[in-house]
C-alpha cells in the first residue's frame, strides 16, 4: 500500500465552482498533513498545513483532516483560472521526511 | 532575503556522463533536503544533510548518486554515469530546524534529461 494517495485526476472544475481534491495516507500516528501548490514547470509551494482534525480556512482555501479515518482533503472555493495546477498532499513520514502523493491535477475552465 | 536556489536550471547530459547539481539554502538554514519528482510521480525523498554530515541517504539510489553538504559552499547532489531514468526534476528543499514544517522551503528545482 502506497504511504499516500490521491484521486486520480485529472480535475476539471468550471469557473467559480468548488474543486474538492481528496487524500488518504497509511501511517496513523501522522500529526501533520500538507498541501502543496505546483504550476507546470514549478517548484512546490506550500498553500495549507493542518494538524488537528476538522477544518481549516484560509481565504478561498479549506482543509479538512479526519485522523481516524486517515482522510484530509482540500476545498478550492470560487475557482480561479489562476488555481489551475497540480496540488500535492504531503505529511511527515519521520521528524524531517515529507511523504508526497503523485498529485491531482485542476484545470479551472474560464 | 534570497530564498533557495539551485543551479543551473536545466541540464541536458548524454548517457555516461556525470551530472552535478547544486543547491544554496536560504540564509540561515543549515538543513537541506533533496527530492526527485519523475514525470507524472509525486516528489521522492532522496537525502537529508546538515553541514558536514549526511544524516538520512535511506531514499538515495545505492550506486551512482552521491551528496554532500561541505562547511563552505552549495549542497551537491552528483549522478555519476547518468542513464536516462535519471531524467527527472531534482528539487532542492532547506530549513532552519530539523523538523518538517512549514518552515521547510523548495528551491526552483533542476531539470535534467538525459539523452
Known amino acids: 500500500q502506497k504511504e499516500v494517495e490521491q484521486n486520480s485526476g485529472p480535475l476539471s472544475v468550471p469557473e467559480g465552482a468548488i474543486a474538492s481534491l481528496n487524500c488518504t495516507y497509511s501511517?496513523?500516528?501522522?500529526?501533520?498533513f500538507f498541501w502543496y501548490r505546483q504550476y507546470s514547470g514549478k517548484s512546490p509551494e506550500l498553500i495549507m498545513f493542518?494538524?488537528?482534525?476538522g477544518d481549516k480556512e484560509d481565504g478561498r482555501f479549506t482543509a479538512q483532516l479526519n485522523k481516524a479515518s486517515q482522510y484530509v482533503s482540500l476545498l478550492i472555493r470560487d475557482s480561479q483560472p489562476s488555481d489551475s495546477a497540480t496540488y500535492l498532499c504531503?505529511?511527515?513520514?519521520?521528524?524531517?521526511?515529507?511523504?508526497f502523493g503523485a498529485g491531482t491535477t485542476v484545470t479551472v475552465r474560464a | 532575503n534570497a530564498g533557495v536556489m539551485q543551479n543551473p536550471r536545466h541540464l541536458v547530459r548524454r548517457r555516461g556522463q556525470e551530472a552535478r547539481l547544486r543547491c544554496s539554502p536560504m540564509?540561515?538554514?543549515?538543513?537541506v533536503y533533496w527530492y526527485r519528482q519523475l514525470p507524472e510521480e509525486g516528489l521522492k525523498f532522496m537525502v537529508y544533510?546538515?553541514?558536514?554530515?549526511?544524516?538520512?541517504e535511506s531514499g538515495m539510489p545505492k550506486e551512482r548518486f552521491s551528496a554532500e553538504f561541505p562547511k563552505e559552499g552549495p549542497s551537491i547532489l552528483r549522478i555519476q554515469q547518468v542513464v536516462r531514468g535519471d531524467s527527472a526534476a531534482y528539487f532542492c528543499?532547506?530549513?532552519?530546524?530539523?523538523?518538517?514544517?512549514?518552515?521547510?522551503?523548495f528551491g526552483p528545482g533542476t531539470r535534467l534529461t538525459v539523452t
Open positions: 528543499a532547506s530549513s532552519p530546524l530539523n523538523r518538517v514544517s512549514e518552515e521547510q522551503y
Open positions: 501511517d496513523r500516528g501522522s500529526q501533520s
Open positions: 493542518i494538524y488537528s482534525n
Open positions: 504531503a505529511f511527515p513520514s519521520n521528524d524531517y521526511k515529507l511523504s
Open positions: 540564509k540561515g538554514h543549515s538543513h
Open positions: 544533510l546538515q553541514k558536514e554530515n549526511i544524516i538520512d
